[in-house]
C-alpha cells in the first residue's frame, strides 16, 4: 500500500510556477522527505529534500507541512524541459515509489 | 559528474531464455538498489544492498531472479528464464549510506528488457 499520495497529473503553462502536492500522513519524525523526477526515457534523479524546514536548491523549492504530513514541490518557472514524472518519497524509511504526478508543461 | 552505469542499455530475449544486467554504482556509495519499472507504473524496489549483503529482498521473484554484489562494489541481476511478464525497464540505484531515514539514491539510465 502507498505511503504517500500525489495527483496523477497535473498541466502548467510555461513560465507559470507550479506547486506539486504530496501527502506523506505515515511519514516519522526522523523521515526525510524526498523528491524525485523521471524525464520520458531516463531513470529518476534527484531534485529535492527536506526533513522539516523549507529547502531551496537550484532546481526548485521545497515547502513542508508544519505536521510534516504534506509537502509542495514549487518549480517557480516551468519550462518544457520540466516535463517529466514527478514522485515524492516519504515514511517509514521506505523507499517505495508511487505512480507519481505527470506534469505537461504548455508553451 | 559520477553517474551510475548500467548495461545493455536494451536487451531483447526470448522467453525461457537466461538474461543479465549490470550496474556499477558511484565510487564510494555503500549501498545499492535494483528496481524494475513497468510502463506507466512507479519504480519498485526489487532488492537492496548494504555492501556486499542483501538489507531487502522481499519483493523479489526468487524462483527466477537473483541478484549478487560478491565485492560490494558493482553488481548483477539475473532472470532465469525470463517469462513475457518481465518485460520492464530495471533501474539500478546507489546511496552513500543507509542513514537510519531515507538517503538519496542516484539513478542510472536503466536497462530496457523485452522478452518475445
Known amino acids: 500500500d502507498a505511503k504517500t499520495t500525489q495527483p496523477n497529473s497535473m498541466e502548467s503553462n510555461e513560465e507559470e510556477p507550479v506547486h506539486l502536492p504530496c501527502n506523506h500522513s505515515?511519514?516519522?519524525?526522523?523521515?526525510?522527505i524526498h523528491w524525485y523526477r523521471q524525464l520520458p526515457s531516463q531513470g529518476p534523479e534527484y531534485v529535492i529534500h527536506?526533513?522539516?524546514s523549507n529547502v531551496n536548491n537550484r532546481m526548485a523549492s521545497l515547502a513542508i507541512a508544519e505536521d510534516r504530513k504534506s509537502s509542495t514541490l514549487i518549480l517557480h518557472r516551468a519550462t518544457l524541459r520540466d516535463a517529466a514524472v514527478y514522485y515524492c518519497?516519504?515514511?517509514?524509511?521506505?523507499?517505495?515509489f508511487g505512480a507519481g504526478t505527470r506534469l505537461t508543461v504548455k508553451p | 559528474e559520477a553517474e551510475v552505469a548500467q548495461s545493455p542499455r536494451y536487451k531483447i530475449t526470448e522467453k525461457s531464455q537466461a538474461v543479465a544486467f549490470w550496474c556499477d554504482p558511484i565510487?564510494?556509495?555503500?549501498?545499492l538498489y535494483w528496481y524494475r519499472q513497468i510502463l506507466g507504473q512507479g519504480p519498485e524496489l526489487l532488492v537492496q544492498?548494504?555492501?556486499?549483503?542483501?538489507?531487502?529482498d522481499s519483493q523479489l521473484p526468487k524462483d527466477r531472479f537473483s541478484a549478487e554484489r560478491l565485492k560490494g562494489v558493482d553488481s548483477t541481476l539475473k532472470i532465469q528464464p525470463a517469462e513475457l511478464g518481465d518485460s520492464a525497464m530495471y533501474l539500478c540505484?546507489?546511496?552513500?549510506?543507509?542513514?537510519?531515514?531515507?538517503?538519496?539514491?542516484?539513478f542510472g539510465p536503466g536497462t530496457r528488457l523485452t522478452v518475445l
Open positions: 540505484a546507489s546511496s552513500l549510506v543507509i542513514t537510519g531515514s531515507t538517503d538519496t539514491q542516484y
Open positions: 505515515t511519514i516519522s519524525g526522523t523521515d526525510y
Open positions: 527536506g526533513l522539516t
Open positions: 518519497i516519504g515514511g517509514d524509511n521506505d523507499m517505495r
Open positions: 565510487s564510494g556509495h555503500a549501498t
Open positions: 544492498f548494504q555492501d556486499e549483503s542483501v538489507v531487502d
